[in-house]
């Protein structure tokens, strides 16, 4: 099971992070300074840093810095309200893996963890078949049968959601999350209007409504 280790001051964004990477089999901790995080990180305990840059003691290019210079190899993806594209490449010319700006939303974040963590093993299944949909992660087309589908960026990663969790019921608080990210606000009925969307153009019928709790994406 691997471990990762979040490096975040912003008790919110924390605990958003440790509930989502729970929920999907991680280990986590989570360490709120820049000194904490370098010792921590190079301690070889965990298999991935989500590093914060406006971490205080010690900023996160310094830590990023520090773990490069001292060899430690873990996988670092940086994430931060810091988007400009100096901060972007100083960021990766530094030695981190992957940067994500925030606001961010969670599938995305997951999916580049996921990426990080496998990048010595056998690669992950990168279509999603459902019955006759199928998702292609690295093009992001949609195909019903033969049937190309266009989907809008927020429609596929809803469709991707309900494809990772086939047959199974998901909650509003849930896709809210996954899709909208940690700022998502719970008494919005955004996910009731996409879904209506996906429906259009994938079939009315493959996503079921269970009454007071959320949606399930039909298998068969």
Same mark, same amino acid.
């Given at each position: 099971?691997?471990?990762?280790? @979040? +490096?975040?001051?912003?008790?919110? @964004?924390?605990?958003?992070?440790?509930?989502?990477?729970?929920?999907?089999?991680? *280990?986590?901790?989570? #360490?709120? /300074?820049?000194?904490? $995080?370098?010792? *921590?990180?190079?301690?070889?305990?965990?298999?991935?840093?989500?590093?914060?840059?406006?971490?205080?003691?010690?900023?996160?290019?310094?830590?990023?810095?520090?773990?490069?210079?001292?060899?430690?190899? !873990?996988?670092?993806? @940086?994430?931060? &309200?810091?988007?400009?594209? %100096?901060? %972007?490449?100083?960021?990766?010319?530094?030695?981190? /893996?992957?940067? @994500?700006?925030?606001?961010?939303?969670?599938?995305?974040?997951?999916?580049? *963890?996921?990426?990080?963590?496998? $990048?010595?093993?056998?690669?992950e299944v990168?279509?999603?078949? #459902?019955? /006759?949909? &199928?998702?292609?992660?690295? %093009?992001?087309?949609?195909? !019903?049968?033969?049937?190309?589908?266009?989907?809008? %960026?927020?429609?596929? $990663?809803? +469709?991707? *959601?309900f494809c990772?969790?086939? =047959?199974?019921?998901?909650?509003?608080?849930?896709?809210?999350?996954? #899709?909208?990210?940690?700022?998502? =606000?719970?008494?919005?009925?955004?996910?009731? #209007?996409?879904?209506?969307?996906?429906?259009?153009? !994938?079939?009315?019928?493959?996503?079921?409504?269970?009454?007071?709790?959320?949606?399930?994406?039909? $298998?068969?």
């Open positions: 099971m691997n471990r990762i280790l @979040i +490096a975040e001051d912003e008790g919110r @964004i924390a605990s958003f992070l440790e509930k989502g990477l729970r929920g999907n089999g991680f *280990v986590t901790a989570v #360490v709120e /300074d820049g000194v904490a $995080a370098y010792d *921590v990180a190079a301690s070889g305990a965990f298999d991935l840093l989500i590093l914060d840059i406006g971490l205080p003691l010690s900023d996160g290019f310094t830590v990023l810095r520090r773990l490069r210079e001292a060899k430690v190899g !873990i996988p670092v993806i @940086i994430l931060t &309200a810091r988007d400009s594209v %100096t901060d %972007t490449v100083a960021g990766l010319e530094g030695g981190a /893996d992957d940067y @994500i700006a925030k606001p961010f939303a969670f599938e995305e974040l997951l999916a580049r *963890v996921r990426l990080r963590l496998r $990048a010595d093993r056998q690669p990168t279509v999603l078949r #459902v019955a /006759d949909l &199928a998702l292609d992660l690295r %093009t992001r087309r949609v195909y !019903i049968g033969e049937r190309s589908v266009d989907l809008s %960026t927020r429609e596929f $990663a809803l +469709a991707e *959601v990772r969790h086939p =047959d199974q019921v998901l909650t509003r608080e849930q896709l809210l999350s996954h #899709v909208w990210g940690f700022d998502f =606000d719970p008494g919005s009925n955004v996910v009731d #209007v996409y879904v209506r969307y996906l429906r259009r153009k !994938i079939g009315a019928d493959r996503i079921e409504t269970v009454r007071g709790t959320g949606y399930r994406l039909r $298998a068969g």
